[in-house]
């Protein structure tokens, strides 16, 4: 990959979780001159014009192939309608970075006419890149695994929260199932938590700004502290109070083996969607 001092980043695609980096990538300081969006939706190029981002494309042009980055920001079911029209089309010095789930990079580089594997960084980024809070874990194949390729992808990510490099690809299967799907399952815990607080008798909007400043601000604690999660629930559980029911009523319920349950299904299912996908 050629050295620039003001990279080029085109998306494929323009729905939100495109509109939530390149909007990341605006607040960040970087050129809206040097993004391009290509998505047929009237709705995505308006947003991106609105973001101040003026090269705007229903289909993708050459120029906009041959960007430093070229971002495949779209759902793994169009995958193949998507990108076999890009095929032996990207720039010699491109980078891929596709955010495609379940999709190797080894069927992204077939799609994409690239000769063995190509020049692709996967990565898994979350929802809360929409706030700019995201969790992003990448994998780089030895094509993409120049340090400029790297860290050009890593600042794209890291517009919109932080990120995590994975050494193999299956890696990225953990990384669906622990951060990439994550949020849900504490969506689901704050929705019982709220539960619980109305079957007690709280009103509900009492009981909604409950859960939700409790369960941001133990978030907020545990990320700012040097000591463990474990420590931190040990130090709120004191001998014979509150707290310490409710834990051992968790644990009766068997918390821990329910979790481990629910992200290894979480990973079987993204492995089953690349073979579902993936060409």
């Known amino acids: 990959m050629r050295r620039v001092t003001q990279p080029t980043v085109t998306f494929i695609g323009g729905g939100n979780m495109a509109r939530a980096i390149y909007g990341g990538l605006l607040d960040s300081g970087f050129t809206a001159t040097n993004i391009s969006i290509v998505d047929p939706s009237t709705a ?48 010699p010095n491109s980078v891929v970075l596709s955010i495609v789930a379940g999709i190797s990079t080894q069927s992204l580089a077939t799609l994409l006419g690239l000769s063995d594997s190509g020049p692709i960084i996967r990565c898994m980024p979350n929802t809360p890149a929409l706030v700019g809070e995201g969790m992003t874990g990448l994998y780089s194949n030895s094509h993409a695994g120049a340090a400029e390729g790297k860290a050009l992808a890593e600042r794209v990510m890291s517009s919109v929260g932080q990120c995590v490099w994975v050494e193999k690809e299956p890696d990225l299967d953990v990384v669906t199932a622990i951060s990439g799907s994550g949020p849900a399952y504490f969506f689901l815990f704050i929705e019982s938590l709220t539960d619980a607080a109305i079957a007690l008798g709280m009103d509900s909007e009492s009981a909604r700004k409950l859960a939700l400043q409790t369960a ?6 545990a990320s700012l502290s040097d000591e463990d999660a474990a420590t931190l629930r040990k130090n709120v559980t004191s001998p014979g109070g509150t707290t310490e029911q409710a834990i051992q009523s968790f644990e009766t319920s068997d918390i821990r083996g329910i979790v481990a349950r629910a992200t290894q299904a979480a990973a079987r299912r993204s492995v089953e969607l690349s073979q579902e996908f993936g060409v």
Request: proline share 6%; glycine share 10%.
């Open 216 to 221: 941001l601000g133990a978030s907020r604690l």
């Open 44 to 91: 995505a190029q308006d947003n991106a014009r609105q973001a101040g981002i003026e090269q705007v494309f229903d289909r993708a042009p050459d120029e906009a192939l041959s960007a430093d980055l070229i971002v495949l920001a779209i759902k793994p079911q169009i995958t193949n309608a998507g990108l076999t029209p890009l095929a032996g089309r990207l720039g």
